[in-house]
């Protein structure tokens, strides 16, 4: 990204790690605690307009169900509820006891995954570095699981990942079940497929208490790694799961050279998260800054991939994975077709 987008995120980082939204004082009693929640999310959150979400409306329900003798279980199910009419995964509501989430960006559809299948492809002597999993397959196609952005990835690690993975064909990243981490680490990681700058995407952020107070759309570029680039074919597989900075993954490797999507269309999840605190002390997140593809379009409800694929019952009791045997077909095909 440039230098002005870069400082803009790590800005929106530190505020997420360190500050809170400032809110008005209410009292500490599950009325106070409704309405302070009600109206951080009024001020504050970014998709209300996409999603259509009428929030007056939504007060006007969820209000009837607060009483002030009500216990903290009691309170948390109602706010839970109430948050999860926004359908939103970076949404959430924690406390001591419990975090009220809404999953049904993925718990809604098939998994497309099965531990039991994907450990067969690596077997016991794959390699292992920082949280990637990765061997080279017997058709010499190269296999790379990767379940998170949650840690530094490292610029070594991803030279001798790709060091060793130099003499295959092609290349499989196994994005299934990534529902994010750092938007840092995507980046890094997608940086090693593009040989020059490329714009991927675009930005905002919340200029107002209005519902539709956002900025001008700022660009999202990518710029090519330092260290080893894989200059061959890609396929990155996909599934409901994949969520957040994994999602935005998908986004810039869908603007990179020789990459195909094969899977499931990803889980979501588009809004950069701020996070501010109620006051009994429980914390929640909300979406606050919306991210588009090159297109300008939202990716808040997920990215189709370029080939639909889904797990087949016959396959697993076969022992085969669909989705990865369909990524090497396509793999194959290609590759014989550019060498004819």
């Given at each position: 990204m440039n230098k002005k987008l870069s400082l803009f995120l790590l800005s929106l980082l530190l505020l997420t790690l360190s500050s809170c939204v400032t809110e008005t004082e209410f009292a500490d009693n599950p009325q106070g605690n409704f309405e302070a929640l009600w109206k951080i999310m009024d001020e504050h959150y970014c998709f209300f307009e996409e999603k259509g979400v009428d929030w007056d409306e939504v007060h006007s329900r969820y209000a009837q169900q607060i009483d002030n003798s009500m216990t903290e279980s009691q309170l948390l199910e109602v706010l839970g509820n109430m948050l999860a009419e926004l359908k939103d995964g970076h949404v959430n509501l924690y406390t001591s006891f419990d975090t009220g989430r809404y999953w049904g960006f993925h718990e809604n559809y098939p998994s497309n995954y099965s531990d039991t299948l994907v450990n067969r492809y690596l077997g016991t002597d794959y390699l292992l570095t920082n949280g990637f999993r990765y061997r080279i397959l017997d058709d010499n196609i190269g296999y790379v699981s990767c379940q998170s952005f949650s840690y530094d990835i490292g610029a070594g690690n991803l030279d001798n990942i790709l060091l060793y993975l130099a003499p295959c064909r092609g290349l499989i990243i196994d994005l299934r079940q990534n529902t994010g981490g750092l938007l840092t680490s995507a980046e890094e990681l997608a940086a090693r497929f593009t040989n020059e700058e490329l714009l991927v995407g675009y930005?905002?952020?919340k200029t107002g208490k209005g519902h539709s107070d956002f900025s001008s759309l700022e660009q999202q570029t990518l710029k090519p790694g330092k260290g080893l680039r894989w200059q061959k074919q890609v396929v990155v597989l996909t599934n409901r799961?994949?969520?957040?900075?994994?999602?935005?993954?998908?986004?810039?490797m869908k603007c990179c050279p020789q990459v195909t999507i094969v899977g499931d269309r990803t889980g979501g999840g588009a809004g950069l998260p701020f996070s501010s605190e109620l006051p009994n002390g429980w914390?929640?997140?909300f979406s606050a800054c919306p991210m588009y593809d090159r297109d300008k379009q939202s990716t808040e409800s997920g990215i189709d991939p370029d080939i639909s694929a889904s797990?087949?019952?016959?396959?697993?009791?076969?022992?085969?994975?669909?989705?990865i045997e369909r990524a090497r077909e396509f793999l194959a095909t290609s590759l014989s077709s550019t060498v004819q």
């Open positions: 930005m905002q952020h799961q994949v969520y957040s900075a994994a999602n935005e993954f998908v986004k810039y914390s929640v997140r797990l087949s019952t016959y396959d697993f009791m076969m022992g085969f994975d669909t989705i």
